[in-house]
C-alpha cells in the first residue's frame, strides 16, 4: 500500500516551509550589507531599529542636511556625508525590497504547490518558477527606477530647494495675510471711528 498525504500533513508542511520563508528572509535582512562609501567599505546591519536609523539619516539628507552621524558594525560613530548616506540608503532599501519581493514570491510558490515532494524541498535561495520570476522582475525594476528617481532628486538638492521653495511661499503667503489683516483692522477702525 502506497503512502498517502492526508490534508493536514500538506498544511503543516507548507506550515513549516512558509515559517522557514519568513524566519530566513527576516535573518538576511538583519545579518545586513556591505556598502562601498567614499571611504571604503563598511558592514552595516540591517535589523528593525537599524533601518529606522538609515531612514531617519535619509529624510534628514532630503530636508538638507549634508552630513550625518552613524556608525557601521563594530565601528565608531562618525561623520558620514549626504552622499555616503544616500549610497546607503540606496543599498540597504534595495537589498530589503529584493528580500521581502523574493520572500512573498517563494511563499506565494509554498501555497499555491500541491505536491508535498516538491514543497518539502523548497529552500530559501532556491529558483522561483518562471512566472513568478517574471513577476519578480516586474516589480524589482519598477523599485529601483523609483529609488533612482527618489535618490537623485535628493543627490541634486531638488528635494532640499522644493522644501526652501515652499518655505519662501509660506512666508509670502504669511505676509500677505498679515497686510490683509492690518487692512481689515483699520477699515473696522476707521468706520467705528
Known amino acids: 500500500m502506497g503512502l498517502v498525504w492526508r490534508k493536514d500533513d500538506l498544511l503543516t508542511l507548507s506550515e513549516k516551509q512558509l515559517s522557514m520563508a519568513n524566519e530566513t528572509c527576516q535573518q538576511k535582512i538583519y545579518a545586513g550589507i556591505d556598502v562601498e562609501l ?37 565601528g565608531e560613530v562618525k561623520t558620514y556625508s549626504a552622499a555616503d548616506v544616500v549610497v546607503l540608503y540606496a543599498a540597504y532599501k534595495n537589498y530589503v525590497t529584493k528580500h521581502t519581493t523574493y520572500c512573498n514570491l517563494l511563499k506565494k510558490w509554498i501555497k499555491r504547490e500541491t505536491d508535498n515532494a516538491v514543497i518539502g524541498a ?14 519578480m522582475k516586474t516589480i524589482l525594476d519598477a523599485a529601483t527606477a523609483q529609488l533612482t528617481s527618489i535618490t537623485t532628486a535628493v543627490s541634486d538638492g531638488a528635494f532640499a530647494d522644493k522644501i526652501s521653495s515652499l518655505e519662501n511661499q509660506m512666508t509670502e503667503t504669511q505676509m500677505a495675510l498679515c497686510d490683509v489683516y492690518e487692512q481689515v483692522i483699520a477699515a473696522t477702525s476707521a468706520t467705528e471711528g
Open 38 to 74: 567614499s571611504g571604503g567599505t563598511e558592514h552595516f546591519s540591517l535589523e528593525a531599529h537599524d533601518q529606522a536609523n538609515i531612514e531617519s539619516m535619509f529624510t534628514a539628507v532630503t530636508l538638507g542636511a549634508k552630513e550625518q552621524q552613524y556608525h557601521c558594525d563594530g
Open 122 to 135: 523548497i529552500q530559501y535561495g532556491d529558483n522561483l518558477p518562471e512566472d513568478l520570476t517574471a513577476q
